[in-house]
């Protein structure tokens, strides 16, 4: 499975947009980028995943490059209770998910 | 029914203890998974089951044993476990689609006296 790079942590202002970006430049043309966020004393959530398009759900907007080598989460607007570590994970199949080190994505009030 | 239930939520066990973890999802999903995860580390794949057989053992020791008696329950035999094995234990199901999500249950938190 193709790794992904994210940053470690980031902070975003309540009711602004958050956006999280993620590096997977040796993504296959198979494999999908999958977006999940963990909850502190959760589990995992799974928000979006996309192939080559745009995608767009109740929860979050996911932008692709043209090269499929990098993606954005895009949260529209923020509140306290986005505070999470989210996950950006490269997977040819859903029966092997391999989770990174994530962003801690910290919403301030 | 989204859930993916698992018990229980909390667990002290010793290191010459044998116990079981439990996880159960009716939403038909025929791949369920078991994750272990580390304060401030992401979680680990350890087992994959598809149509209740074993499709994916991630070089697990033998002390954590896998079973998978039926489509909607997964289970996780602990036996001589180590304190380091101490972490937040998840199971995960999903529907076998390409395009699938995980359906991920609250944990089972293993404490290793």
């Known amino acids: 499975d193709a790794k992904t790079t994210q940053p470690p942590s980031m902070d975003c202002a309540e009711g602004r947009a958050a956006n999280l970006p993620c590096n997977h430049s040796t993504i296959s043309g198979n494999e999908y980028v999958y977006w999940y966020r963990q909850i502190h004393s959760q589990g995992p959530q799974y928000i979006i995943h996309g192939l080559k398009n745009n995608e767009t759900n109740e929860m979050a907007s996911l932008i692709i490059t043209e090269d499929r080598k990098s993606s954005t989460l895009i949260l529209p607007h923020a509140t306290l209770r986005d505070t999470a570590v989210y996950y950006c994970?490269?997977?040819?199949?859903?029966?092997?998910?391999?989770f990174g080190t994530g962003t801690l994505l910290a919403v301030q009030p | 029914d989204t859930e993916v239930t698992q018990t229980p939520k909390h667990l002290v066990m010793g290191m010459t203890n044998k116990k079981s973890l439990k996880c159960e999802q009716h939403m038909g999903h025929r791949a369920m998974y078991w994750y272990k995860q580390k304060a401030k580390k992401p979680p680990e794949l350890m087992f994959v089951y598809s149509y209740e057989k074993l499709s994916i053992n991630e070089s697990v020791p033998s002390r954590f044993s896998p079973e998978c008696p039926n489509s909607s329950l997964l289970n996780l035999h602990l036996h001589a476990l180590q304190p380091e094995d101490s972490a937040l234990y998840l199971c995960?199901?999903?529907?076998?689609?390409?395009?699938?999500?995980?359906?991920f249950g609250e944990g089972s938190r293993l404490t290793v006296l």
């Open positions: 995960a199901s999903t529907g076998l689609a390409l395009t699938g999500e995980l359906f």
């Open positions: 994970i490269v997977s040819g199949a859903t029966n092997k998910l391999i």
